[in-house]
Every structure is written in structure tokens, then in C-alpha cells.
């Protein structure tokens, strides 16, 4: 035993190198345990000064300055982050603004789960770090600095190390050209590091980013772990033992792997213990019934209509007796000369573990009282009301000692990660499923009816052979920091990327779910910021917006002028996406596009409504210039401030996207989504709008030059037409009809496509509207066609848009004059999209026809206080941005209260005037 001492210590001194000088932030130290120790000392010290900072971690300032390993990783708010900031900047050969432009991108974040990196430690939610590269080397160059605000595992932080590892650069698809990366060919980004700041207000979240992201001797780990697991085998091998069944009288032992337990139901007729598992499971039919009998008296049952059966025990954790539900062991599953088998517990299995339950745990482990929440107070009710309670004895006892042998490696936190990675899945919350694919059920703390007794020193065996497969190779680039978004430690304008994955709504309870393993960590989150939806700490959709409105504008505030904001969007909730969109507008960020996952084709489609929230979205959205801000400021009022917004907003636009000779409508160069920006941007930030919708669509493309329905600044159109004239189709825009001006829409792509009769677009028009919200009171197809589009009657020169199709289409009439009479009759009767000057005709006629519908609105909320049950949607929008401009900011509120709220909610344009017109009054 000790030559393997002595042998793991040379290994130690000669991989770790501690003798070898480091110099960290300008101090120059004999070996990185002097550094470990000296920044430690100045944490201590200034702990009473971020203590003041919001988020700042429950515990004892001992165990969070354990924890850390300063000045890379701080379980409480960072203070060396701007110093490493400066380091940085020194470092780098810095890119002049005007040579930076990037477009919007979008990527399938399921890429890569099945990396050693997403596999060796478990998370709630967990993007893989190779989608996160795409992004980083999207919109960064080498040596910029990447921020991720809700960081979780930290990989954002491991994408940024990798975008300087060529071959992991071409895993992704790319090809390399020295330090140039091609994507199709076409030149793509740089290889190089990126530097990274990752933040979370979760101290276990927080720790296991610090260990994916910081340098290990994955050998030494290795021999390390190894020896402890033998160690507790040791002395601990006799909790793993199990007869094997053999024909002869000889007794031999096999090694289990797993015990299957079952809940225990009371009849209700006969009053007898009904065992799940021996009533409703059938092994051989590999089935389990919903309705079965009971063994004693017959009658039928169901699981869902029993009461379960409780039993009155002793704590000595708690120095208690509790109620716990009735639970029984019911088939082991064990290995034996390599082969495995199953069994009924007998005897001595039976034995084994109520000695095992009367077995005086000596190390430390958690076994404080529950989080009360939302979700971890799910277990109270089964009698399970502390954390020890969640796992097996067995398991408890390993843990334990591990955990207090892995405290004492003060130069290893790699074997910290390892441990807590087994955690979750060694708890009594591990699903058994007759297929053999078990698994806890994410997001929730739930005890199901047959759960799996995992062996702790199994599963830790396996998760070692995931952490073996992580690299050594780390340089320390990234910062991690732990703490609320709302309040950062970061100066402004120093970030050049920020990618989050918030979280959304009551998705999870982020901070009850960490309660688990933070109990082990001894540090909490402090989930007074935290940014969720949640009854047990009292916060709405109103108090969530809030909070992210917070940590977004921190955001905007590091983020450097003209960079860009990803944010992965994944709650099926409208109003969920409306509160983040509202909230990064808010802040002064201009979304510049909306992707939906096409889960068919795996690839990302622009959105423009808000109901897509029913599939995985990413958004794209930029800090404007200083020099955008400061003249729409000066030039308030005036229609100036329209075009200084649409010239930078076109600049951040995608000139154009195509593949494989398809070329895709780019849906934010449209007049309608630019004019809603437009709006948006203003409303926003408190500007007047200068012009109504039908000038801006015949200002708009006088000023820029119009393309298939898009417009383009001057310098972007001859890439346009180039790439262009090498495609021969448009794709479909993929489009949801789920109230009018999506209706509209959805006619519009149809006749840009071809002009129709009414005849013609009947049948589909029909099909599309059946997911029509139940409030909106949609107009007849005639209405929508006439206040919306021209029909040619035969009247004049056929309009070029039809005689262009008929000539395209028709052989008959190639060639042909617009005037000739043959085309005429071929074009009689069809609807098209007419030009921006007759468009612009039909939206003040429009504009008219719904500003009449709002009207009857306010007089029949006048005469009555109910809520308005049907409305059209559209008619609102209009009467609230008119009321808007005209400053009448009582109006929109009055008319917002009288609708569901779930309308308002789901709703963005509704939503933003109605917040902002609160805003205004002070409400």
C-alpha cells in the first residue's frame, strides 16, 4: 500500500508539476497550492464586501472558501473577473468594430450528447457543448470573451477551450484551412480559444462547471479513484453480497447490482398489505397490469383508487420516529463468475438488510429537513421529509464515506464531480422498468411505485469510465463565477458573446431540485433572484418577467456595442417566450431572428409567431450602436428615426440563405416583421412612431431596394442578385395559422407563390384555420382577400406578378402581351400581392375598418364590465398603437384589463404596449 502511495504522489508532483512557478493575475508564485492559498487569504478577506451582492450562496464562509479555488472559481461572486478581464484584453490583438459583422444563426442543440464531456456528469438541462461551439464560432474571433449568465455545467465554457481544438472543429462538419474553418465552403470562422466567464446562481451548478472547465491529470484521477473504490470494497463488501442458487449444498456468494423495491398498498375491502409487484407484474409477459386482484379476498383493484401502507420506525439521523410508507425488496439482481441473474430476496438477503438498517453510520451526510417547494415538498407526503431519507441505507453508508475521504483530496476536485455525478441516480428515485431502461424522472422529486436500489459502487464505477474519457489538456480560460445575473461583477462593454439558456417559467424549480446535492456541499442556493414561477416563493409570470428584465439588462450593459445575444428558448408556453421577448427588448436589445427546430429535417426555420413555442427556438438579438441610440435620440419625432433604425438593423440581417439550389425568404427583411421591429424599437425606448404602416410600406422600398418581397441596403443587393440567379425556388416558410394576421400571412406566401382564385385557396384555407385561438373572431376568407390583396377581373393589362407566373407556367401564353386576350382569360378572376403603392392603399383602408372594430370594443366595455369574450385580435393591435402614438395610455390599459389574460400574455405585440402604457401611468 505504500509503494502505491508513493507511486501515485511521483505521478502527482510530475503531471500536476506543483514546484513549477505560476504567475496569476501579475503575482508571480512558487507552485499553484502557494496561489490556491494566497487567494484564498484575500477571499476571506473580502467576503464582508460581496456578501452585499445579490445571490450570494447560503452557507458558512469556511465551506464556501473550500470550495473555491480563487481566483478561477469562487462558490459566491467573483471579484478577481474584471482583473482577468484586463489580462485579457492585453492579450489579445484587438479587431477594429468596423471590421466585426456577423448574422443571425441558428443550430439543433441536441448535437453531440452522446460526448464523453455531456455524459460524465448529469444536469436538469444541459445543451451539449458542441452545439454551443457553433454559436461561439459564429459570432466570436480568437481570444474574445464568451459570457454565459445561466451556465449550469458550464459547458459554454467548455465550447469556447474547444473552438481552439481543430479536430473538434471538424467534428462539427467544418473543414479548416490552416486557422481559417470553412461551413460549405464558404469561410466561416477562426480556430483559436475563446476566452469564457460563466456565471450560476446554483453553488452545485457553479462547482461542476469549475470541474469541467479546469486543468486534471485524468491518469492520476484515475489511479485515485480506483484505490478509493477498492478501499470501500474492502470494507464494505459484505453489504453487497447475495447467495447464489446452485444445485448443490455448497454456499457461494454473488455481488449485487441491483435490488428492485416495491410500494406496499392496503386493500380496501379485506384491509391485507397488497404487494405491487406480486400483484400487478407479470415478469414473463413482461406487463404490468392496471387492474389485477387481490390475493386474499378477490376483489378487483386498481393502483390508482389503493391507499398506501405506512410503518412507524425510528430516525436516529433525527432522533425521531417518522411514518414512512411501507416499501419491500422484491427481486436482486447480482452477478456471479461474470455471468448475471435474478433472484427472490431470501433469507439472508432479507437479513443483510435489516442489519444494514442497523448499522450506525460513523462519516458525515446529510440529513436536514427538505426544502419545503414546490417540488421537493412532493415527498412529504410518503413520509419522506429529509434528505437522507431519499436513499438507501446501503448506499447512504458509501456514500458518506467517500464523500468524507474525497474532502480530504484538497488537489483533486475532479474526484469532487465524480461523486456528486452518482448522486442522484444511487437515490430511491430510480425508475425499475421491465425493458431495463431506468432512469429517475427528470424535474421532479417522485419515489415511483417500483424504483431500483442502485449499488453505489457500481454506478460509480461506470461514471468512472466517463470522467476517464475527459481530457487533461485544459489551459485555465475560464472564470467561473456563482452568483445572480441581476447583479454582475463584470465592467461594461467587455463581453464580445453571450449565449444563455435562461430558465423558463416554472419549467423547473432549478434551485429545489439542487437541493439534493447542495445538502452534501453544505452551500444553497439563495433563490430570493431567482428567475422562475413558483407558488412556494410566491412568484408570477409578472415577477418572473421582472427578473429576467433584471439579468437581461445586465446583459446589455457588459455586452459590447453592435455584439450579439443568443438565447435558446425550449418551454411549450407562449406567455413564457413573450416575457423573455419582452424583457430583451425592453433592456434595449433588437431581436434580429426567431428559429424554430424542424425536428423532421433537423434543421432551423425563421418564425414570426409566437404560438411556434411548441417547438425548440433560438433567438438572435443585438446591442445597437452608440451612434444608432444617440441619433434616434436627437432625433425623436422625426421620420428620421425609422430609417437610422432599419439601416443598422438591415446591416445585421443574413443577405441571403439558400442550399442546394433552394433559396429561403429571409422573414425579418419582410416590410411587415421590419415595420413590427420598427415599432418595437421605439415603443420600447419610450420614441414616438413617426410613420403608420401603410407609409412605411411605400417609404420602405423607395428608400432600400426591394428583392422577392425583401428589401436590402445598396451595398447588400449585388450579393443578393449573385447568389440569387443561381437558385430557381423558394421554400415554403414553415407557418402555424392561429389567428388573423398569421391567416394573412399564410395567404400571402400562397399567392407570392402563385396568384389564385378563391376557388383555389378555399379548401387549404380551411384546413390551416382549425387551430384558430377560441377568442379570435376571424373575418370570412372574402374579407381577408379584399382588405389585404387585388383581384384582377379582367379589367386593364394583366399585373406583371400573374403575367409573369402565366408566362412561367403556361406555354400557351409565352411571350404573350399583358393586353393579349388569350393571357387575360387565364389571369380573370385570381387574387395577387399587389406593389407597395397599392399596398400601402389597402392598409389605410384596413387600418380603418379595424380602428371602426375597436371603436365598437371601447363602447362595449363602456356598457358593460365583463371581459370581451370574441374579439379580432388585429383590431385590437391597431387601436392599441394608435392609442399609443396619440399618448393615450389609459385607453390601452382599459382595454388590456378587459381581455383573458391569457391573451394579453401569449400575445407579443398586445403585451408591449400594454406593459409600456402601465409603465407610462405609473402603474
Not at 481544438?165 to 467534428?171: E, N
Request: overall charge neutral; proline content about 4%.
Amino acid at each position: 500500500m505504500e509503494n502505491d502511495n508513493e507511486q501515485l504522489t511521483m505521478l502527482g508532483n510530475e503531471n500536476n508539476k506543483k514546484d513549477k512557478p505560476v504567475t496569476v493575475l501579475g503575482i508571480t508564485f512558487k507552485n499553484d497550492l502557494e496561489r490556491r492559498k494566497y487567494f484564498t487569504e484575500e477571499l476571506r478577506k473580502k467576503l464582508p464586501e460581496i456578501k452585499k451582492n445579490e445571490g450570494f450562496p447560503l452557507g458558512e464562509d469556511n465551506e464556501i472558501l473550500t470550495l473555491s479555488d480563487p481566483p478561477y472559481y469562487t462558490a459566491c461572486p467573483n471579484p478577481w473577473i474584471n482583473d482577468f478581464i484586463e489580462d485579457w484584453q492585453k492579450e489579445k490583438i484587438e479587431v477594429q468594430e468596423s471590421e466585426y459583422k456577423r448574422e443571425p444563426f441558428a443550430s439543433d442543440v441536441r448535437d453531440g450528447r452522446s460526448h464523453p464531456v455531456y455524459m460524465a456528469h448529469s444536469y436538469h438541462t444541459k445543451t451539449p457543448h458542441k452545439s454551443i461551439m457553433r454559436f461561439i464560432l459564429n459570432y466570436t474571433n480568437p481570444g474574445d470573451i464568451v459570457f454565459d449568465g445561466f451556465s449550469g455545467t458550464g459547458m459554454t465554457g467548455v465550447a469556447a477551450r474547444y473552438c481552439g481544438d481543430s479536430q473538434a472543429v471538424k467534428d462539427l462538419g467544418y473543414s479548416l484551412d490552416g486557422k481559417k474553418i470553412f461551413n460549405n465552403g464558404n469561410f466561416f470562422s477562426k480556430l483559436g480559444e475563446r476566452k469564457s466567464i460563466i456565471n450560476d446562481l446554483s453553488p452545485i451548478a457553479s462547482n461542476i462547471g469549475y470541474n469541467y472547465n479546469t486543468p486534471s491529470n485524468i491518469e492520476l484521477f484515475k489511479n485515485k479513484a480506483k484505490k478509493l473504490l477498492e478501499e470501500i470494497e474492502e470494507k464494505f463488501d459484505w453489504m453487497f453480497k447475495t447467495i447464489h442458487l446452485k444445485d448443490n449444498s455448497q454456499t457461494e456468494y454473488g455481488k449485487i447490482n441491483y435490488v428492485v423495491w416495491s410500494d406496499v398498498f392496503l386493500c380496501p375491502n379485506c384491509s391485507n398489505d397488497i404487494n405491487y409487484w406480486e400483484h400487478a407484474v407479470e415478469v414473463e409477459a413482461n406487463k404490468i397490469n392496471k387492474v389485477f386482484n387481490c390475493k386474499n379476498c378477490g376483489v378487483e383493484l386498481a393502483k390508482n383508487k389503493l391507499e398506501k401502507s405506512f410503518e412507524t420506525k425510528f430516525d436516529p439521523a433525527i432522533n425521531k420516529t417518522i411514518r414512512v410508507i411501507k416499501q419491500q425488496p422484491v427481486l436482486i439482481n447480482y452477478t456471479y463468475q461474470n455471468n448475471r441473474y435474478e433472484k427472490e430476496p431470501d433469507d439472508f438477503d432479507l437479513n443483510l438488510i435489516k442489519e444494514i438498517e442497523e448499522y450506525e453510520i460513523e462519516t458525515p451526510f446529510p440529513n436536514q429537513r427538505m426544502v419545503q417547494g414546490d417540488e421537493s415538498s412532493r415527498t412529504d407526503r410518503i413520509g419522506y421529509t429529509h434528505v437522507h431519507h431519499l436513499y438507501p441505507k446501503r448506499n447512504l453508508i458509501v456514500l458518506s464515506y467517500l464523500y468524507k475521504k474525497i474532502k480530504e483530496e484538497k488537489d483533486m476536485p475532479i474526484l469532487h464531480s465524480w461523486l456528486t455525478s452518482s448522486m442522484i441516480r444511487t437515490t430511491k428515485m430510480y425508475k425499475f422498468t421491465l425493458n431495463k431502461k431506468m432512469s429517475t424522472v427528470s424535474g421532479t422529486y417522485y419515489i415511483p411505485s417500483l424504483w431500483t436500489e442502485n449499488m453505489s459502487v457500481k454506478l460509480l464505477q461506470h461514471k468512472l469510465r466517463d470522467f476517464s474519457k475527459l481530457s487533461s489538456e485544459i489551459d485555465k480560460t475560464t472564470i467561473i463565477n456563482t452568483g445572480s445575473s441581476s447583479q454582475l461583477l463584470i465592467k461594461e462593454n467587455s463581453i464580445d458573446y453571450i449565449f444563455v439558456d435562461p430558465p423558463f417559467g416554472s419549467n423547473l424549480m432549478y434551485s429545489e431540485l439542487n437541493y439534493i446535492w447542495e445538502s452534501w456541499l453544505g452551500i444553497y442556493t439563495n433563490n430570493s433572484p431567482e428567475a422562475i414561477i413558483s407558488n412556494s416563493q410566491s412568484k408570477k409570470l409578472f415577477e418572473y418577467q421582472n427578473l429576467m428584465t433584471e439579468c437581461f439588462k445586465e446583459f446589455y450593459r457588459i455586452l459590447k456595442d453592435g455584439r450579439w445575444i443568443t438565447v435558446q428558448f425550449s418551454s411549450s408556453q407562449s406567455k413564457v417566450w413573450n416575457s423573455i421577448q419582452e424583457s430583451l427588448q425592453r433592456v434595449g436589445f433588437v431581436i434580429a431572428n426567431v428559429s424554430a427546430l424542424d425536428k423532421k429535417q433537423g434543421s432551423f426555420k425563421a418564425v414570426t409567431t409566437t404560438t411556434a413555442v411548441k417547438q425548440d427556438l433560438v433567438i438572435s438579438a443585438y446591442k445597437p450602436s452608440k451612434k444608432m441610440i444617440k441619433e434616434i435620440k436627437n432625433n425623436d419625432g422625426s421620420s428620421d428615426t425609422v430609417w437610422t433604425f432599419l439601416k443598422e438593423h438591415l446591416e445585421k440581417l443574413p443577405v441571403f440563405i439558400g442550399h442546394k439550389g433552394e433559396a429561403q425568404q429571409i422573414v425579418e427583411r419582410t416590410p411587415r416583421v421590419l415595420f413590427d421591429r420598427m415599432v418595437a424599437y421605439h415603443v420600447q425606448n419610450g420614441i414616438s412612431v413617426p410613420v403608420s404602416s401603410a407609409d412605411f410600406q411605400i417609404a420602405v422600398t423607395q428608400r432600400f431596394t426591394p428583392r422577392d418581397g425583401m428589401v436590402f441596403l445598396e451595398n447588400q443587393v449585388a450579393e443578393y442578385d449573385k447568389k440569387r440567379i443561381l437558385v430557381k425556388e423558394f421554400s415554403q416558410m414553415s407557418l402555424f395559422v392561429s389567428d388573423e394576421n398569421s391567416a394573412i400571412e399564410w395567404l400571402r406566401q400562397q399567392l407570392l407563390n402563385k396568384p389564385q382564385s378563391r376557388q383555389d385557396l378555399h379548401p387549404n384555407f380551411m384546413k390551416e384555420i382549425q387551430h384558430i385561438e377560441k377568442h379570435e373572431l376571424l373575418p370570412e376568407l372574402d374579407e381577408l382577400l379584399e382588405q389585404n390583396f387585388l383581384l384582377y377581373e379582367g379589367n386593364g393589362p394583366v399585373p406583371d406578378q400573374i403575367a409573369s407566373y402565366l408566362k412561367k407556367n403556361y406555354k400557351d401564353v409565352r411571350g404573350l402581351d399583358n393586353d393579349d386576350h388569350n393571357m387575360k382569360n387565364k389571369a380573370i378572376n385570381r387574387w395577387y400581392v399587389p406593389d407597395p403603392n397599392k399596398q400601402a392603399d389597402l392598409e389605410k383602408l384596413r387600418e380603418k375598418s379595424l380602428l371602426r372594430e375597436f371603436e365598437s370594443y371601447i363602447e362595449e366595455i363602456n356598457k358593460s364590465k365583463k371581459k370581451l369574450k370574441q374579439f379580432r385580435t388585429e383590431a385590437i393591435r391597431a387601436g392599441f398603437k394608435k392609442a399609443w402614438g396619440d399618448k393615450e395610455y389609459q385607453r390601452i390599459v382599459n382595454v388590456g384589463e378587459r381581455l383573458p389574460e391569457k391573451v394579453i400574455q401569449e400575445d407579443d405585440k398586445l403585451l408591449m404596449y400594454y406593459d409600456n402604457a402601465q409603465i407610462r401611468l405609473g402603474l
